[in-house]
């Protein structure tokens, strides 16, 4: 059973705008939560988090937005650049108990970034 | 500087030989994952460990074990190696069970 979904596998923006990838989750336990970014044949690095006590919190080019209540976040890359195009995974931990510590991992979105 | 490595990068085996992938992390870090990446799946958590002599199942656990007898390693042993088991493997580590966790580069395994 998928706690995290992204539901779009890919999405493609020209460089300069506004790439928006988004993230749901449905196990409300869940208090931290990940984006990391894939290149091929490289492990996954991580990106930005955001705390559930936050609802956005921003670095650089770069901005998770999260909204609790309709357990959902997004992340913002402004602008987009050619080097961003890459997987992006949302992750979620929390939870306590025997959950401590796992990262729980949507099934990822392609982004291409087009000049 | 410290770092998470894998070995081997990329294995070729047969059906029903038994594998091992290494992972060595130099961070110090208590907490390691292993995680397997198919399409259509993201990444999905095989064992995990807490510290040394520590190890739990994830979610993909079946044909795979793991053990845990100091902090900088934590090697996945296929049992008997199946087809399905034909993926990208991914250790990772983390310092905190809040924080992020640090990925090696990955181990491409196909088992013919």
């Known amino acids: 059973d998928q706690q995290v979904k992204q539901n779009s596998p890919s999405l493609s923006v020209q460089e300069g705008r506004i790439s928006i990838l988004n993230c749901d989750y449905t196990n409300s336990m869940f208090d931290y939560f990940l984006w990391y970014k894939k290149y091929p044949a490289e492990g996954p690095t991580f990106l930005i988090s955001?705390?559930?006590?936050?609802d956005k919190n921003e670095d650089g080019r770069f901005t998770v937005f999260l909204n609790k209540s309709a357990k959902h976040l997004s992340l913002h890359i402004v602008p987009s650049q050619p080097g961003d195009s890459a997987v992006y995974f949302c992750?979620?931990?929390?939870?306590?108990?025997?959950?401590?510590?796992?990262?729980?991992f949507g099934r990822g979105t392609q982004l291409t970034v087009w000049p | 500087d410290a770092e998470i490595t894998q070995s081997p990068r990329h294995k070729i085996t047969e059906t029903g030989r038994q594998v091992t992938l290494a992972c060595h992390q130099t961070w110090n870090h208590n907490n390691m994952f292993w995680y397997r990446q198919d399409l259509g799946h993201g990444l999905r958590l095989i064992h995990y460990s807490y510290g040394v002599q520590d190890t739990n199942k994830g979610e993909v656990s079946d044909g795979y074990s793991v053990s845990r007898s100091n902090t900088e390693d934590l090697p996945l042993t296929l049992e008997s190696a199946a087809s399905s088991q034909t993926s990208v493997y991914f250790c990772?580590?983390?310092?905190?069970?809040?924080?992020?966790?640090?990925f090696g580069p990955g181990t491409r395994l196909t088992v013919t």
């Open positions: 955001i705390s559930s006590i936050k």
């Open positions: 992750a979620a931990s929390g939870g306590g108990g025997s959950t401590l510590g796992r990262l729980y």
């Open positions: 990772a580590s983390s310092e905190s069970t809040l924080g992020e966790q640090y």
